[in-house]
């Protein structure tokens, strides 16, 4: 499959490759029971911007931040990139997780 990471914020799955957006198309039961009906699909369009990333023999991971993949469009995650609601909700998330 495509690697992919979770948004800390939405919980969809983001492709490190392409940076799109997976989703799937959902439907509820007469229970009000979320069924799902198609497989994970990405967009059409990054929602993430992709950096080359080198991961060392100690498994740390270091991400080239000066050298975007090639995209000159912008992407849906642009305008959170200096939002500081954004970053302290990204805080909260990760801490959730130690």
Do not use: M, T
């Amino acid at each position: 499959g495509d690697p992919c990471v979770l948004c800390p914020w939405h919980k969809h799955p983001i492709s490190l490759a392409s940076g799109k957006k997976y989703s799937q198309g959902v439907e509820f039961d007469n229970r009000g029971k979320v069924k799902r009906l198609k497989p994970w699909a990405p967009g059409k369009k990054p929602v993430q911007r992709c950096f080359p990333v080198l991961v060392d023999s100690s498994g740390s991971i270091f991400a080239d931040l000066k050298n975007p993949q090639k995209n000159d469009l912008p992407c849906g995650s642009d305008k959170y990139a200096k939002d500081e609601r954004a970053g302290s909700c990204f805080d909260k998330a990760l801490e959730q997780k130690s």
